[in-house]
């Protein structure tokens, strides 16, 4: 079954590429439906929508796809290949890829690292100082 409730975004005419895009980054992922107006894709079982829109509307940080990641090999898979070909990184784990879209490629140990009152101050100032995560580090602070 498919999810009901999925996103539509917004593109100017590259709604295409974009799926191909994602669709080669995530495994179990394919492209279900398409026409010159819209895409459909699933990543991992979730579907999106595409519509070639065209350029009224723009991407911002306002919404942003989170990826929650096992290992540090997954989270530089997923940072690499979203900020290729034109993506861009920002901080702690937030970055842009081609298309404007946002995404956070995080740790799935991050929010049990956050909840230890001990640690979770020194993991705050360890992130701060990072573009892409990295896991031994944010274990080690």
Do not use: R
């Not at 026409?35 to 079982?45: A, F, R, S, T």
């Not at 070639?52 to 290949?81: M, P, R």
């Amino acid at each position: 079954m498919t999810n009901q409730i999925y996103p539509c975004l917004w593109f100017d005419g590259q709604a295409k590429a974009a799926a191909e895009f994602y669709c080669s980054i995530f495994k179990n992922s394919k492209i279900t439906e398409e026409n010159p107006l819209v895409v459909k894709w699933e990543l991992n079982g979730y579907q999106f929508m595409g519509l070639n829109g065209g350029s009224n509307f723009k991407f911002n940080e306002a919404v942003s796809f989170t990826i929650e990641c096992e290992t540090q090999q997954e989270i530089d898979h997923y940072w690499n290949h979203l900020i290729s070909n034109g993506g861009s990184e920002s901080q702690c784990g937030w970055c842009k890829d081609q298309f404007g879209v946002s995404w956070q490629v995080v740790p799935k140990i991050l929010s049990q690292l956050m909840a230890d009152p001990k640690k979770s101050e020194k993991v705050v100032t360890a992130f701060m100082q990072m573009k892409k995560f990295d896991i031994e580090k944010l274990i080690n602070a």
